[in-house]
T-cell receptor
Framework: AQSVAQPEDQVNVAEGNPLTVKCTYS??????LFWYVQYPNRGLQFLLK??????LVKGSYGFEAEFNKSQTSFHLKKPSALVSDSALYFC?????????????FGTGTKLQVIP | DAGVIQSPRHEVTEMGQEVTLRCKPI?????LFWYRQTMMRGLELLIY????????DSGMPEDRFSAKMPNASFSTLKIQPSEPRDSAVYFC?????????????FGPGTRLTVL
């Protein structure tokens, strides 16, 4: 069975500092990987995805993520955090071996950017 | 495009009552998902429709829950009878393009409180 682990319930970072939100996954075969963000009282919004190719994926709002196959990780990064980045971040995975496979979401990491 | 539309946004009901949640996916999207989000269990997939046909309902908690998609522009999630443990935020999401690695677009959610 596929799974996603977000080991940190909360990440605190000072405004202007780089941020990292960690994600590791387990899936049969090669993965499709996603990051979503959820602001208070809103639905999830797509940030970026890895399908194949370049391991560094760039997404919305200056976010990027690096796919590391050997470490089965897909950490979300941003060079300089903004207060407005404070939100709940979800990593998600799906296998790409064909047929139906559901997308499995992690438990979420709350990012708090401190002014 | 207005995005995924859900109604009502908030629902407060008493235990034993029937609850119906509604969703209008993004026009042209052929996949629709119902999720439930709670603090304890995180984000859970309840049911997935493709081209109006239920493909995966393994996440539906029990017979009290049912979902329909009578056409490409409308879906309902019904709980009958409702119980306090059903209190959660219910999200509808849609996906287009026919590709399993396309991102999902989430609605704003319905916050259900069962007293």
């Amino acid at each position: 069975a596929q799974s996603v682990a977000q080991p940190e319930d909360q990440v605190n970072v000072a405004e202007g500092n780089p941020l990292t939100v960690k994600c590791t996954y387990s899936v049969s075969g090669n993965p499709y990987l996603f990051w979503y963000v959820q602001y208070p009282n809103r639905g999830l919004q797509f940030l970026l995805k890895y399908i194949t190719g370049d391991n560094l994926v760039k997404g919305s709002y200056g976010f990027e993520a690096e796919f590391n196959k050997s470490q089965t990780s897909f950490h979300l990064k941003k060079p300089s955090a903004l207060v407005s980045d404070s939100a709940l971040y979800f990593c998600a995975v799906r296998g790409n071996s064909g047929g139906y496979q559901k997308v499995t979401f992690g438990t979420g990491t709350k990012l708090q950017v401190i002014p | 495009d207005a995005g995924v539309i859900q109604s009502p946004r908030h629902e407060v009901t008493e235990m034993g009552q029937e609850v119906t949640l509604r969703c209008k996916p993004i026009s042209g999207h052929n996949s629709l998902f119902w999720y439930r989000q709670t603090m304890m269990r995180g984000l859970e997939l309840l049911i997935y429709f493709n081209n109006n046909v239920p493909i995966d309902d393994s996440g539906m908690p029990e017979d009290r829950f049912s979902a329909k998609m009578p056409n490409a522009s409308f879906s309902t999630l019904k709980i009958q009878p409702s119980e306090p443990r059903d209190s959660a935020v219910y999200f509808c999401a849609s996906r287009g393009g026919g590709l399993s690695y396309n991102e999902q677009f989430f609605g704003p959610g319905t916050r259900l409180t069962v007293l």
